[in-house]
């Protein structure tokens, strides 16, 4: 392909993708200009580099989505999201916590009702997971707290999460691994801003 059809090429592969964006097309317009002076026209139309000014969030959106249904597929992954949810979840708060809890704080922490937070509860005590005990200083209050089984499997179940979550950070490498962490807490910060936001209305 001789440079002037390069040039119609790319320009005709802009327009398509912004064609209803005049203001776009200028800038790409002095792009060009530059370019041409300077011989980088490949460079300043990379669409990698001009991609930033109007970004496609739905397509990033769905290109995520199939990524995270290719990871959940792995068994690993699968364990990991178990560890999050019911059971897994509740053991892994109350070991976290290093101390007795409230059923009110769990149900809190998984956005989910005290009823179904009290049937989660019964059932790992029948598993003998957990004890529940009358507050000594407020007889009103449920303290819940792991038995020896309970935090003997806990850590069992804590230890190979850790350390499946610990090789999937060290595949990505040390400067991704930490965008990767970085990331996941910016997220996580906002969902607690939104979710104080809809407390103080």
């Known amino acids: 392909m001789d440079f002037s059809k390069m040039i119609n090429t790319k320009i005709n ?23 041409w002076n300077s011989g980088n026209l490949l460079t300043v139309l990379d669409m990698n580099d001009l991609g930033g000014i109007y970004m496609d969030y739905t397509e990033l959106a769905m290109r995520l989505m199939q990524n995270m249904f290719m990871l959940h597929k792995g068994k690993k992954h699968q364990e990991m999201n178990k560890s999050i949810c019911g059971e897994p979840f509740v053991l892994e708060y109350i070991y976290m916590r290093k101390g007795d809890v409230l059923p009110s704080e769990i149900s809190s922490q998984m956005e989910i009702s005290s009823a179904r937070i009290a049937a989660t509860l019964r059932t790992l005590e029948k598993k003998n997971l957990i004890s529940r005990q009358v507050d000594k200083n407020d007889r009103r209050r449920v303290l819940v707290a792991l038995t020896a089984k309970g935090k003997e499997e806990t850590e069992k179940q804590h230890t190979k999460v850790l350390g499946n979550v610990t090789h999937m950070l060290e595949s990505l490498g040390e400067q991704d691994a930490q965008e990767y962490v ?3 807490g910016r997220l996580a910060q906002n969902k607690e801003n939104r979710c104080q936001n809809d407390k103080d209305i």
Request: glycine fraction near 0%.
């Open 13 to 35: 592969s802009i327009i398509c993708i912004n064609k209803k964006n005049m203001y776009f097309l200028k800038i790409i317009s002095m792009c060009l200009t530059n370019a």
């Open 182 to 184: 970085r990331i996941i």
